[in-house]
């Protein structure tokens, strides 16, 4: 059974900070990519941060510079530092997780966790 827990989404001021984590269980959580996206009603689900099973890193232009993500392969663990955070980033975040191979592909999605930045 496969599952990802995102946590740590909450209502903040605009220029405040949060830290979402995404606890997985039933998968080798260390040879996984793992992604952060986000999702505003009407638009489509775009990609935030990715780290790989390696540790680089990948971020939207919308948050280089703000936002920090890393993972603990012992804890199965990935998070996500949201700092100066605006209206604009609001959304329901996701944690995913993605393996690739030859023969199989895996993709798994937590249920979303909700940021609201607001005056």
């Known amino acids: 059974q496969v599952q990802l827990v995102e946590s740590g989404g909450g209502l903040v001021q605009p220029g405040g900070s949060l830290r979402l984590s995404c606890a997985t269980s039933?998968?080798?959580?260390?040879?996984?990519?793992m992604g952060w996206y986000r999702q505003v009603p009407g638009k489509q689900r775009e990609l935030v941060a990715v780290?790989?099973?390696?540790?680089?890193?990948n971020y939207a232009d919308s948050v280089k510079g703000r936002f920090t993500t890393s993972r603990d392969n012992a804890k199965s663990t990935m998070y996500l530092q949201m700092n100066s955070l605006k209206p604009e980033d609001t959304a329901v975040y996701y944690c995913?997780?993605?393996?690739?191979?030859?023969?199989?592909?895996?993709?798994?999605w937590g249920q979303g966790t909700q940021v609201t930045v607001s005056s």
């Open positions: 995913n997780a993605y393996r690739t191979t030859r023969t199989y592909e895996n993709d798994y």
């Open positions: 039933g998968i080798i959580f260390s040879i996984y990519t």
């Open positions: 780290i790989t099973s390696g540790g680089s890193t």
